[in-house]
């Protein structure tokens, strides 16, 4: 049961931690408008649904930033008040001291962790829509994910993907249907390698198959390589491959063992997986790496001096976040290594900070 010294704590980190993501999201969408979505000069409505839908996510994201602020300021502004004095006096130790703050984060982190399984691949399948129908006018980039496929569609043409490699440039298991103006089946492609070359894609191992109304049996014709030209907005598919925000972490499991399954090359979607729940510890880690440099003495800088190595840090955490991810997408490192060693090791470092860290 918590005190009125952990309520008074709590509400200080609260207030920080809520007006710091208030102004992270409002920068945010502000300099993405300005950056991004502006030269698109799409209608105003379009342009605040998508902003309203993209809200969430950034919330979500930004979660980790905000309560690493509201341990920041919590810690320095009762430092410079001598307030963290006199709980020391009164016999309090730092750890003490910082459990409602740090309660409060595991509180947060699994709120966003529900958040961004059950809330946001919902909301992000809206959002993609709003961003490429509406406002990119390039619906060839608007994907779904049902099952163990990709979906797209380009006009009159839909196909699927099994797997996307986007950074490499590559697709495992297309498959595409060829439509008439009355919507009906006219060509099949099916292709067990893809090159992306921009307007270009190099098939390899695959068949065509033409149904006409001439011959009752579908025309069927094998290739070992082919090359075809897709329209324009499908060229960009690669821009658009974030298929796994869409995803739920139950959907996204599934997804891999079904390609898995089939053979296909599924490292980038594990590596999101696991991304999945390491995110979530994200918001603890910062929040836990701001204790040590929040209550060391007023000298050398002070407050600014703690906040500004505290942000030194958190760049260095997310490169060492980053770094994991991409190397675990190339396969230099397991998945489940790659997206929690960063994790693990600035725990570790934080937990020297503090051992070292006088009263």
Not at 49 to 70: D, E, H, I, R, T
Not at 165 to 173: E, I, L, P, S, V
């Amino acid at each position: 049961m918590f005190n009125i010294i952990d309520r008074y704590i709590a509400k200080i980190f609260l207030t920080f931690f809520a007006g710091g993501l208030i102004v992270f999201v409002t920068l945010f969408i502000a300099i993405n408008y300005m950056t991004e979505i502006a030269a698109y000069k799409a209608p105003a409505e379009a342009v605040i649904k998508y902003y309203g839908l993209v809200s969430p996510s950034l919330v979500y994201q930004f979660m980790p930033v905000a309560c690493l602020l509201g341990t920041i300021f919590t810690l320095s502004s009762m430092s410079k008040t001598n307030e963290l004095v006199a709980l020391f006096s009164s016999g309090m130790s730092l750890a003490r001291i910082s459990l409602p703050i740090l309660v409060l984060v595991v509180l947060i982190s699994s709120a966003g962790f529900w958040i961004n399984d059950r809330l946001l691949p919902i909301v992000n399948q809206r959002k993609n829509y709003v961003l490429y129908v509406d406002i990119q006018k390039k619906p060839g980039l608007y994907s779904t994910v049902k099952t163990n496929k990709i979906w797209y569609r380009s006009g009159n043409v839909l196909f699927n993907i099994k797997t996307l490699q986007a950074d490499k440039g590559t697709a495992q298991g297309l498959t595409m249907y060829y439509f008439n103006s009355a919507w009906q089946l006219i060509q099949m492609i099916t292709a067990a390698d893809v090159k992306l070359a921009g307007a270009q894609w190099e098939l390899a191992k695959g068949t065509v198959t033409l149904f006409t109304k001439e011959s009752s049996v579908p025309l069927t014709q094998d290739f070992s390589k082919k090359t075809i030209a897709v329209a324009e907005d499908t060229a960009d598919i690669q821009k658009s491959s974030q298929s796994t925000e869409t995803l739920s972490v139950s959907e996204l499991k599934k997804f891999i063992t079904r390609n898995k399954e089939s053979g296909l090359d599924t490292l980038r979607y594990e590596v999101d997986y696991h991304a999945k729940f390491s995110f979530a510890f994200a918001a603890f880690v910062m929040s836990f790496l701001g204790i040590p440099f929040s209550v060391t003495r007023q000298r050398a800088g002070g407050t600014a001096f703690n906040v500004g190595a505290t942000i030194v840090l958190a760049f260095v955490y997310w490169a060492a976040y980053s770094s994991g991810i991409t190397l675990g997408q190339h396969g230099a490192m397991p998945p489940l290594m790659a997206v929690w060693v960063p994790n693990m090791a600035m725990v570790a470092l934080s937990a020297v900070f503090l051992m070292r860290l006088r009263r």
